[in-house]
């Protein structure tokens, strides 16, 4: 192996600069090295998971082609491109895109000024996808918008003003959402919502403002690398690092010498199955070898038996290869290339596409492979070679499964594979099925084929082969075998799936769980591949081959990816307002340009600190146990390790408020911080963690469910009540009484900046620094002064903005902050501390789960006279917000209706999971599910549809909750009926009759979910907020408060505020960030209350501002705004004041049961409509209309991203998002691959938002607080889900009432529309295994 001296010099560019490395460490991801090698800190790329599977890294590689002097520009995640892979390309990165220093490109413009940013962590990816796909394609389709779009996440818009922005690229692309009708949405009289008086506005943004896009302004290629491609003497590159050497052979005899000198060395190529592993499995290899680019893995060629593809090409080369080849052939010959083609589409995203290569994804053989098994029936075969020649395997079942005789030897190579034509009788498709549409990997997939005799439907050949069903894709060989020479008609289908069940057998506590889902699931695909078939049979001789029946057609196709469009309305201002007043005007967040150029500063952005470290943790693996030993002697040997830290370090309190900062002697839950390592790099203190040893004794009981903390009487809280009218009393009197149980599993908040905190110990007086992102500075500040036993007025905490929170920076980040604090302590140096994604997932939990138990009394015309509901919350091990979150609960339990006998209670469960906290909508999303069950169930039982029961039970006058709080219902009715109007509910519901009708595996369901919902907290010094506000003397003016930006654009509208109240231009205002220095003990930013409480205080402080000028401009009414400053200053008027706001005075006496615990409500209704595949469990949101009582609306813009931002938020939590825990107590969703938040192909296909308008004299500006409303409207998603899964069940003849659990995900959907499939299946009895996974809720 060559020595490092002997290195070769790494060469490539970085937005058009060179940069060139010697040493690079082989496999490092670019993330990373871009850094070390620039020595310019390019903080636009931003890291969120480091698999690759968020897009937050995107970056675009541009590669020049020798061999067609083509230069070819693709996507890429950064955190998975290994350095020396990028010898001789160009990167561009946000900043060589654009920035405010130089040019803002187009892409960026109107990403922000569409209003696609809101926290900004995601949108320097979202820039890198757009931007890429321009210089391909500078006029896309919205389809191939939505296709660049497919791998990048984003938590907080719900996506549609980023589509949106990427639209206005599209040819003929218009504002108007009503494009193509030949109608405008501005003329009054094509208006689809709001009533003409109100002056109703769709125009959220002027598209005449954005610059064009010249794609000749773009940067040229370097022209130094085409020279180097094209260089006749390229010799092998050698780039040695400390531990390990890469290798770039540049002829295929180099590689062959290499692969037989190192056979264990991977080949590495996309590095997406490589990194990961050395990432995640803590994989070693001391060599690579990296054939990339090497002519001779990138070819096509095609004969007549078919065509040859070079392993070098990537993914998406080959979705365009075999693009170009089905449109040159017949459509008989291009059967299996069309199957690959389509689930070449929906495989990851476009940026694991473009680097995943053809040659890696069939030798890696992932057990997920949505490839390999339609290669496989295909009869693909793999050309491999090696010094000692060539030869072909077969890319069939011994090959996949791994069996040796069948396998690559260690020095082969796959040089290609042939992929032949099928033929005339022979029949190829590709199945699967995943938890989301796109980049999510298969719950079951499959590759079948059956070639049958001429001219007959008797089998000649029948192969399947599935994925994720073991541990290897696997094949049904025996099966097939069998089957050769049957026809294809129905007793050989019930065979075929009698037999593969006895052939593929999962087993009861297989990896993955699912198990009774993914058995039916092979058969219901199975089943989906007959009827195909059978379609397909009919085609080729009608006479001979029935088709299939005309209402089971609908089984063949998969749900279409769709461009989402939609409207969103709102009023506009009154004319009169005057004009430069930016109050009711949709302004652009106040930092969008700088999100989208990467300019924004999050805490990991923030350039190193002298002397810095870097602290690692290392967690509790048992729920409930005793440490009975911890030895850091190894991790303290380790390279760069400084120190270790343990509870035995905190100077102050390390239990506090209830709150453990560092386990001592027993472990309370997995994913208790125990310690942390603090070393030179955070490589090096990850490493040294891993050598940290405890050991453990397990403690009984270890309680994980609600079920297990009621048996064993676990509660972190006392019960909490409240109670009107005589419920025993009236279940007596009426008509029927039903009784269910309600799950509601937890969420993930899945921000997309991680828990990040610097800590800086400063020299004097013990006083300590803090930035990080949080919802709460103070408590941070009150955490870290407890931990280090020093007054709180040593510790300063600065904010300036979160990439993202939901209530999940609320508490979180004080005991990170502490453990932080404590390591900058003790090594007296300064500290960052940046969660990875998979720690972050598992140490700071997430929204509550629920069980809610319902007692129901009701008349037989859906007239609800007695409730009595029971909710259980699993809070986890710790206090947290638990007991507030049950209070809110517990209030919140009637949502919309008027039940004049209820009583409910609630209790908070102590368990040994991870602490759950605050999360958007504070409990109530989860409860409400509840009472929309019960709802739907008395509905169920009255013959009546869900919509007429809330009708009958709605509140519909002024009228006093439960708690003995009045308030007027009018918005609500409003909103409600505007919806059942607007959405053509009766109508829609009646041809979604129509057609679950005439179409047995698909159902249609409509449900409409009204809601109410309270603003603010019931304890009155929750609601108070203070501010500060200075006018310097050139006119400026600098605001502080105490809320925190995290993406809502709290700051934004506190400049409109301030703009309004002092009468100056937005641009005249400043904020900067957020900090205990300037504005102390300020409450959390949380609850939609920021805007509503800092704005007041901002109000109060312009207002004692200009009570204070009013003598000088009484003298001077025409003066400037400067001159009045400049004479203020000359009259010694002190031009800095505070404000206050008290807060709104609510209370609540839980001994009596009533109070005013809420300042006001917000309404709302929602009806969305789906279409549910029953065969596999999928559903498509085809619509969703949502009017919103936003009273008046300080910015509409923001306002509505909140909606739809929630409203996306909450379809995950009802629908797809899915925490997995062990029986134990092991959460196994730690990151994006196993955790499943909504993608661009999720949102509703037409999505409609009204901001309804009503008053709200309370609040600022008559406003109100939207941040959180909108996650509940998500459950009409679930309701729809529900309703199209009893139209299934109905017609099946099964019960129509069934458990209404969320989240409705496809195995839950799949399993209640039960049939001959779900039958079928082998089941196990429960008490002989343990499962995979549980439910905690
Ligand atoms: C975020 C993410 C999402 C994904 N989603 C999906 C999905 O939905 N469906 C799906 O099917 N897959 C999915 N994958 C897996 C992906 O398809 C594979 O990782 C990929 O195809 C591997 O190709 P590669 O070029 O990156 O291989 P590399 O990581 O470069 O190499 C993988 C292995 O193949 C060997 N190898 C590579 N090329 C050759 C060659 N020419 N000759 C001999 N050996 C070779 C290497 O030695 C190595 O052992 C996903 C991966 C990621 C990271
Ligand atoms: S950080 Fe690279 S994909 Fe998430
Ligand atoms: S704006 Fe997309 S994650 Fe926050």
Not at 275 to 287: A, L, M, N, T, Y
Not at 718 to 727: A, C, L, R, T, Y
Request: hydrophobic content about 35%.
């Amino acid at each position: 192996m060559p020595s490092v001296s002997n290195s070769d010099t790494l060469t490539f560019f970085v937005n058009g600069r060179k940069v060139i490395g010697s040493h690079p460490v082989p496999s490092l991801p670019l993330l990373f090295s871009l850094t070390l090698l620039l020595l310019v800190y390019l903080k636009g790329t931003k890291y969120s998971c480091g698999s690759g599977g968020c897009g937050a890294c995107t970056v675009m590689i541009s590669r020049y082609d020798p061999k067609n002097k083509k230069i070819h520009h693709y996507p890429a995640m950064a955190c998975l491109v290994p350095i020396c892979s990028l010898q001789g390309v160009a990167i561009t990165t946000v900043e060589g895109v654009g920035s405010i220093k130089k040019r803002i490109h187009p892409v960026q413009e109107r990403l922000a000024k569409c209003h696609g940013t809101q926290c900004g962590f995601c949108s320097p990816g979202m820039v890198m996808s757009i931007y890429t796909l321009l210089r391909n394609h500078p006029e896309p389709t919205p389809g191939q918008i939505m296709e660049a779009l497919g791998g990048n996440l984003c938590r907080c818009t719900g996506y549609r003003p980023i589509i949106e922005s990427g639209r206005t690229f599209c040819q003929g692309s218009t504002v108007c959402q009503m494009k193509g009708s030949g109608k405008c949405c501005m003329d009054p009289d094509e208006r689809p919502f709001g009533s003409r008086e109100e002056k109703m506005s769709s125009k959220l943004y002027d598209e005449d403002e954005f610059q064009p896009l010249d794609p000749s302004q773009e940067p040229i290629f370097p022209p130094e690398l085409i020279r180097m491609a094209e260089d006749p003497n390229k010799r092998r590159l050698t780039f040695q690092g400390e531990r390990t050497t890469w290798i770039m052979p540049v002829t295929l005899q180099d590689l062959l010498e290499l692969k037989a000198s190192y056979p264990k060395a991977p080949l590495v190529m996309g590095n997406t199955a490589v990194g990961p592993s050395i990432r995640f499995k803590d994989e070693f290899h001391p060599v690579f070898i990296s054939p990339l680019g090497l002519p001779e893995l990138y070819f096509v060629n095609t004969t007549d038996k078919g065509t040859t593809i070079g392993a070098g090409y990537s993914l998406a080369q080959l979705n365009n290869a075999l693009g170009f080849l089905v449109s040159e052939h017949p459509k008989e010959k291009t059967k299996t290339y069309r199957a690959l083609l389509k689930h070449l589409r929906t495989l990851a995203g476009p940026q694991i596409r473009n680097m995943a290569t053809l040659g890696g994804h069939v030798v890696s053989r992932p057990n997920i492979s949505d490839l390999n098994p339609i290669l496989a029936a295909g009869n693909a075969t793999i050309n491999v070679i090696s010094k000692e020649g060539e030869r072909q395997i077969p890319l069939n079942g011994p090959f996949l499964e791994g069996l040796p005789e069948a396998n690559l030897r260690p020095e082969e190579v796959v040089l290609s594979v042939s992929i032949p034509y099928s033929a005339q009788w022979h029949f190829v498709s590709g199945l699967r099925l995943a938890q989301r549409q796109e980049n999510a990997a298969a719950i079951v997939n499959a590759g079948m084929s059956v070639e049958f005799e001429e001219g007959t439907n008797t089998i000649k050949e029948l192969q399947m082969f599935f994925g994720n069903v073991a541990s290897t894709v696997v094949s049904a060989s025996q099966t097939c075998k069998q089957l050769a020479g049957r026809e294809w008609d129905d007793q050989m289908l019930n065979d075929l799936c009698q037999w593969v069940l006895e052939e593929i057998r999962i087993p009861p506590a297989a990896k993955g769980g699912m198990v009774e889902y993914r058995r039916t699931l092979i058969i219901s695909l199975l089943f989906k591949f007959y009827l195909k078939v059978r379609r397909w049979l009919n085609k080729m001789d009608p006479q001979k081959f029935p088709d299939i029946p005309a209402n089971f057609v609908s089984a063949l196709d998969d749900f279409p990816i769709v461009t989402p469009q939609g409207i969103q309305m709102f009023q506009c201002v009154d004319p009169s307002q005057p004009q430069q007043d930016p109050v009711g005007h949709p302004i652009m967040h106040q930092s969008a340009i700088k999100h989208a150029t990467g300019e924004a500063i999050y805490v990991d952005d923030m350039p190193p600190i002298d002397q810095e470290l870097f602290l690692a943790v290392v967690t509790s693996t048992r729920a409930h146990a005793r440490i009975t030993s911890l030895d850091v002697s190894e991790a303290l040997a380790c390279p760069g390790v400084v120190d270790v830290i343990t509870a035995e370090d905190v100077p102050g309190d390390n239990n506090y408020s209830g709150e453990i900062f560092f386990a001592q002697i027993e472990v309370i839950c997995v994913g208790q911080i125990v310690c942390t390592v603090a070393a030179n790099t955070y490589a090096h203190a990850k490493e040294a963690a891993k050598r940290v040893k405890i050991t453990y004794e397990d403690i009984d009981p270890k309680i994980i469910t609600i079920e297990q903390a009621l048996e064993h009487g676990s509660f972190l809280s006392p019960e909490k009540k409240i109670e009107q009218g005589n419920v025993d009393d009236a279940f007596k009197h009426v008509d029927q009484v039903i009784e269910g149980e309600i799950h509601v599993e937890g969420q993930e908040h899945f921000y997309m900046e991680t828990q990040s905190i610097l800590a800086i110990p400063q020299t004097e007086d013990k006083e300590m620094v803090l930035h990080l992102g949080t919802q709460f500075p103070t408590r941070v500040q009150e955490y870290v002064s407890a931990a280090l036993k020093v007054p709180r007025n040593r510790i300063a905490c600065h904010m300036k903005r979160a990439g993202g929170a939901f209530g999940g920076k609320v508490t979180k980040p004080a005991l990170l902050g502490a453990v932080c604090a404590v390591a900058a302590h003790k090594t007296g140096r300064p500290i960052r501390f940046i969660l990875e994604r998979g720690d972050d997932m598992l140490i700071t939990a997430g929204r509550h789960p629920l069980l809610g138990k319902y007692k129901v009394g009701f008349m037989s015309n859906g007239e609800i006279k007695a409730a009595d509901v029971e909710y259980y919350i699993n809070g986890g091990c710790t206090p947290d917000e638990s007991e507030l979150v049950i209070e809110f609960v517990v209030l919140k339990s009637e949502n919309a209706y008027h039940i004049p006998n209820f009583r409910c209670r609630g209790r908070a469960c102590k368990t040994n999971l991870p602490s759950n906290t605050a999360f958007r909508g504070f409990g109530f999303p989860q409860a409400m599910v509840v009472v929309e069950a019960y709802i739907a169930a008395v509905a169920s039982k009255c013959n009546l549809l869900p919509e007429e029961v809330k009708e009958i039970n709605m509140y519909k006058q002024t009228s006093k909750t439960a708690y003995k709080q009045a308030f007027n219902p009018e918005p609500l009715r409003r909103c409600w009926k505007e919806c059942l109007e607007k959405a053509s509910f009766y109508a829609r519901k009646q041809a979604a009759e129509e057609f679950n009708k005439k179409n047995y595996w698909k159902k249609r369901g409509l449900a409409v979910t009204p809601m109410k919902y309270s603003i603010g907290l019931p304890i009155a010094f929750y609601n108070q907020a203070a501010a500060l506000v200075h006018i310097y003397l050139d006119g400026s003016v600098l605001v502080t408060h105490g809320g925190c930006e995290l993406g809502q654009g709290l700051h934004t509208k506190i400049i409109q505020v301030v703009s309004r109240e002092l009468g100056i231009p937005q641009s005249y205002v400043h904020l900067s960030e957020t900090s205990t220095v300037t504005v102390p003990n300020a409450v959390f930013t949380a609850g939609s209350m920021g805007a509503d409480t800092n704005g007041k205080a901002v109000q109060n402080a312009c207002q004692v501002l200009l009570d204070r000028l009013h003598p000088i401009i009484k003298k001077n009414p025409k003066g400037k705004w400067e001159e009045w400053v400049a004479k203020a200053f000359e009259e010694s008027i002190s031009l800095s004041a505070t404000g206050y706001f008290k807060g709104y005075q609510t209370n609540m006496d839980w001994e009596k049961e009533e109070g005013n615990p809420y300042p006001y409500y917000v309404y709302g209704a929602a009806c969305s409509e789906v279409e549910v595949d029953c065969l596999t469990g999928a559903h498509k949101l085809l619509r969703t209309d949502i009017f919103m009582d936003a009273a008046f609306s300080i910015n509409p813009a923001l306002d509505i991203g909140q909606i739809e931002g929630a409203f996306i938020q909450g379809m995950g939590l009802y629908t797809i998002e899915e925490l997995k825990y062990s029986p134990d107590g092991v959460l196994y969703s730690r990151g994006p691959d196993d955790y499943k938040i909504p993608t661009v192909t999720e949102i509703p296909e037409e999505f409609y938002v009204t901001l309804v308008r009503s008053r709200n004299p309370i609040a600022i500006y008559s406003s109100k607080g939207l941040g959180e409303a909108g996650m509940f409207m998500g459950s009409s998603v679930l309701f729809a889900v529900y309703d199209a899964v009893a139209a299934a069940r109905k017609e099946r003849g099964l019960s129509d009432t069934f458990p209404l659990n969320s989240p409705a995900t496809p195995e839950v959907i799949r399993m209640a529309c039960m049939d001959q499939f779900t039958d079928m299946i082998p089941r196990d009895d429960p008490s002989t295994f343990t499962p995979w996974s549980i439910h905690v809720s």
